[in-house]
């Protein structure tokens, strides 16, 4: 028995021992090696390479590359390479990682007439584009017959620039665009077939200074040009004469505009320049933008701008200080824009007397995406005038304006003109209700002024086709104005409920081919029920913009 119970200890020591033992390997393993006293372990010496002694020029072959943009042979990476396709000028639609342009109409390969490759030495290129748009029309006027419209009119642009502009803005630029217009209305001319040549565009552009190494920079641009002042165009937006200074610092997060115009005269129907015939008007616009500021990816603008005229024979001065701002906060799109415009109007047309200019305006848009559509929500208020002889003109207005916002062009009162009783109330390309002739006038602070709420569903069906519903309630903020400029009392404030759809097709997939397609109605109520005596107003329209 003794020995049993010896030989079951001695069992029991050398299976404690065996745990003890594999326990400690097992902790110099999590441990590593131990710092005092342990030695490290030796790692492999690594055969050490000899020294080339010799110069550079032996060591390397160098082969000199004429041009950076190389031009390399045609490469199917797939072999899927289809017949040539008249429609897109292009040998496929597969993907080809090396493909060369297939012409001067090709837009979609290397192109040496569209910016691509240069055409002198390594840094001057061109870029020409034509761009045709044409209109089929056809919408009810107020107080009057029914009008047709076709429209035909083709820009084409020059574009020839010099520098590195991958990272840099142009060392130089030159640039001209020509317009090419043929209408004919119903409304306008007797129904007359009328054509247009216009220079929309023809300035030169230079670099005035750069500062490394964010490419911070400044540059004047001389000549007629495009412009917009704000990000929804609520001022001005147009093509015309002047000098512009712009350029961006502090690493690229501040940008600043300043520009001067001396605005040339317009067609009435098309909104085109007419030659270099002066309007006796002046319009000036400074301001600076600040990236990512309420929220990264939002953007705003301090602005003040300014318009002088002539054009009748009385004096406008009217000044506008703004704050706008646009981009996400979030996942929500937002944009919005404060105004106040002041100044002096010598003799108003609607008071016949002086006026110190004293408006605001304010919008306001929401947009939430979700998934491949987007919900909009708008509001706008633009101030009326409410008392006509007081000499003070409390009515909001614009100089040249053209705005993005609540549905933009889609609304029936943002796109046609409002007229009743031979009185202009708004004109084409703008919903404020100025009661003035836009093209050829200054800004009129004795107006009813406005107020908006819009909603609107816009869907990407597919790379083809977009969609668009808008529905709007318009009224005007004070009629004291309007019924001093008709000559109808006790106007109510309704405007009507503005409703339209529109889509648009890209028949090739892209927007080198963009049809539109739309109808609109406008329903009128209170004052502009009054002053038209019509139940409903309807439009519809076809648009088809080419692009080569």
Not at 424 to 430: D, F, L, P
């Amino acid at each position: 028995m003794l020995a049993n119970t010896l030989s079951a200890r001695s069992v029991s020591v050398r299976s404690i021992l065996a745990f003890a033992m594999l326990t400690g390997a097992a902790l110099a393993q999590v441990a590593g090696p131990r710092r005092n006293g342990g030695a490290e372990p030796q790692q492999p010496q690594q055969p050490q390479a000899q020294r080339d002694e010799r110069p550079a020029s032996e060591q390397f072959q160098y082969s000199p590359v004429l041009s950076r943009y190389l031009r390399l042979d045609p490469f199917d990476r797939y072999g899927v390479r289809r017949p040539w396709n008249p429609l897109t000028m292009s040998d496929g639609t597969g993907e080809y990682p090396i493909l060369q342009g297939a012409g001067l109409l090709d837009v979609y390969n290397t192109n040496k007439w569209k910016g691509d490759l240069p055409v002198i030495g390594e840094n001057t290129f061109f870029a020409g584009q034509v761009l045709w748009n044409n209109l089929v029309e056809s919408r009810d006027k107020a107080n009057s017959t029914h009008a047709d419209e076709v429209r035909s009119t083709m820009f084409a642009t020059a574009d020839f620039f010099h520098g590195d502009t991958v990272f840099r803005p142009a060392t130089w630029r030159v640039r001209a665009t020509f317009a090419f217009d043929e209408r004919n209305a119903d409304d306008v001319d007797n129904g007359n077939t009328q054509g247009d040549i216009a220079v929309q565009e023809m300035f030169g552009e230079m670099l005035l200074w750069e500062m490394d190494p964010y490419l911070d920079f400044g540059s004047i641009r001389v000549g007629r040009q495009a412009f917009a002042s704000d990000f929804r165009n609520f001022i001005f937006q147009d093509n015309n004469d002047a000098v512009k200074l712009f350029g961006s610092f502090w690493e690229s997060r501040i940008d600043f505009e300043f520009a001067f115009f001396d605005l040339v005269a317009k067609d009435p129907f098309s909104n085109l320049n007419r030659g270099f015939l002066g309007r006796d008007q002046q319009y000036w616009s400074a301001s600076v933008f600040l990236e990512d500021m309420l929220a990264m990816g939002y953007k705003v603008q301090f602005t003040m701008q300014g318009a002088h005229d002539t054009s009748r024979a009385a004096t406008i001065d009217a000044y506008y200080a703004g704050f706008n701002g646009q981009g996400r906060i979030g996942k929500i799109q937002v944009a919005h824009a404060l105004y106040w415009m002041f100044g002096e109007d010598e003799g108003n047309k609607i008071s016949g007397a002086k006026e110190d200019i004293n408006a605001q305006m304010a919008a306001l848009e929401i947009a939430i995406p979700d998934s491949w559509a987007r919900y909009v929500f708008s509001a706008l208020y633009a101030s009326g005038d409410s008392n006509v002889n007081d000499g003070k003109g409390t009515g909001f207005d614009s100089v040249f304006d053209n705005p993005a916002f609540a549905g933009g062009a889609n609304g029936f009162f943002h796109r046609q003109a409002i007229a009743a009783g031979g009185q202009g109330i708004a004109n084409t390309n703008s919903f404020y209700p100025n009661l003035r002739t836009k093209a050829f006038e200054g800004p009129n602070s004795v107006n009813p002024g406005l107020f908006i709420l819009h909603t609107g569903y816009e869907a990407t069906l597919s790379n083809y086709w977009t969609a668009a519903v808008n529905a709007a309630y318009l009224s005007f903020v004070n009629t004291a104005s309007l019924e001093q400029a008709t000559g109808r009392n006790n106007l109510d404030l309704g405007i009507g409920f503005d409703l339209s759809l529109t889509a648009q097709w890209r028949p090739l997939g892209v927007d080198n081919c963009i049809i539109t397609p739309g109808v609109q109605m406008l329903v009128p109520t209170g004052g502009l029920a009054d002053l038209t005596n019509e139940d409903a107003l309807f439009a519809f329209f076809v648009n088809a913009a080419i692009v080569l």
